[in-house]
């Protein structure tokens, strides 16, 4: 049972690492604000999210050891994912938003359609 | 007054997780500023429909699964996007419709848009959001529309 | 483990700077510093775990806030080039 936590605790955390690491490189790949702003989402949703859930398996994990505060980092993690899951889309809009005010023009691909 | 007791709850349940000490000197502190929060909460009027949206909270929980399904796709869709050596993005401004009637409904569904990577609202105009979209992939009007079917479906229960 | 995803926080975190000191725009340097904040969210969240201590989510906690703020803060700064005031007052010629 600890192994099979212990895998998946590092499948999730080399999953999240991994679309963190994407994520920072679509900010510094792609051309303009908002297309950054995608690849931004990408590390805020995805990449947090599957690095605390490699966490949350560690701390499941230390329920085991009997660990005396095991429970109080397992609601700390979520609620942390939870303000991340909130205030990130706020941003984001926020971001786009202030940019469009701000006369920044989109970018758009020289064809057209893709 | 079933608002206010509600709201109550939740809070002192939150307290409870957030403590880890359970003696009963610190649990009647807990009972005791919890007591206070709903006290200020319902002198200043924020104790009604929109500041304790108890049912329409626990229908959202029951739509995020399917929120977070929706975004592990999107978010593949866009990484294999991003790692392309060719970068094949085309990015555009759209207007969609959505069915919802009340600001909370709205809010829901402008976030699940950004929330899920590919689509950012860029802005409300009564009904129509304004979208921006990294690629025409992600316009899939299926996936869209059944969105704004279960963010309705949150909203009016 | 831990260690691994340190450093691969930290690798991103670099990669984020990068572009906050290369953005042309302002917007750029904001949404980069917003990602910033939101590794450093989770880049204290997984020391508290390498350190053994919990108690490092707290702080992680609060930083979350802290830095979902600071963001609109900037951003309302530079929308309106101010903080509070919602009705500018007429500027006196120069």
């Known amino acids: 049972m600890e192994m099979v936590l212990e895998v998946l605790s590092w499948i999730s955390i080399c999953g999240g690492l991994f679309f963190m690491l994407v994520g920072t490189i679509g900010i510094l790949r792609l051309p303009d604000v908002y297309t950054r702003l995608h690849a931004a989402g990408m590390t805020d949703t995805m990449g947090a999210g599957f690095l605390i859930l490699g966490l949350c398996f560690q701390a499941i994990s230390g329920m085991m050891h009997d660990h005396p505060s095991w429970w109080t980092v397992l609601v700390r993690l979520v609620l942390i994912y939870a303000f991340l899951l909130f205030t990130s889309p706020i941003a984001t809009h926020a971001l786009a938003r202030a940019g469009l005010a701000g006369g920044v023009e989109p970018w758009t691909n020289e064809r057209g359609e893709g | ?157 | ?94």
């Not at chain 2, 009963?24 to 206070?36: C, I, M, N, R, Y």
């Not at chain 2, 104790?47 to 592990?72: N, S």
């Not at chain 2, 094949?88 to 976030?111: C, E, H, K, W």
């Open chain 2, 1 to 157: 007054m079933l608002r206010a007791i509600g709201l109550g709850l939740a809070l002192f349940v939150f307290w409870l997780a957030l403590s880890g000490h359970y003696t009963p000197l610190l649990l009647s502190f807990g009972v005791l500023s919890t007591a206070l929060v709903v006290f200020i909460s319902v002198r200043m009027g924020v104790v009604d429909g929109d500041g304790v949206p108890l049912p329409i909270a626990v229908r959202t929980v029951l739509y995020l699964p399917w929120l977070m399904k929706e975004v592990f796709v999107a978010n593949v869709v866009v990484a294999k996007l991003v790692l392309d050596p060719k970068l094949p993005i085309s990015p555009r401004m759209v207007v969609f419709r959505g069915s919802q009637d009340t600001d909370l409904g709205r809010a829901l569904y402008a976030n699940s848009i950004t929330l899920t990577p590919g689509t950012i609202t860029t802005g409300v105009r009564g009904q129509e959001f304004e979208i921006h979209a990294l690629s025409a992939a992600d316009l899939e009007t299926d996936e869209q529309s059944q969105m704004d079917r279960r963010c309705s479906r949150v909203e009016r229960g």
């Open chain 3, 1 to 94: 483990m831990f260690v691994v995803a340190t450093l691969g926080i930290l690798a991103s975190m670099t990669l984020a700077l990068v572009r906050a000191l290369l953005g042309p725009t302002v917007y750029d340097r904001v949404m980069a510093v917003n990602t910033f904040g939101t590794k450093t969210v989770l880049l204290i969240a997984v020391v508290g775990f390498l350190a053994g201590r919990p108690e490092f989510l707290d702080l992680a906690l609060v930083y979350a806030l802290i830095n979902f703020i600071g963001t609109i803060a900037v951003l309302k700064f530079f929308e309106f080039g101010d903080l509070g005031l919602t009705v500018r007052l007429e500027r006196e010629p120069d």
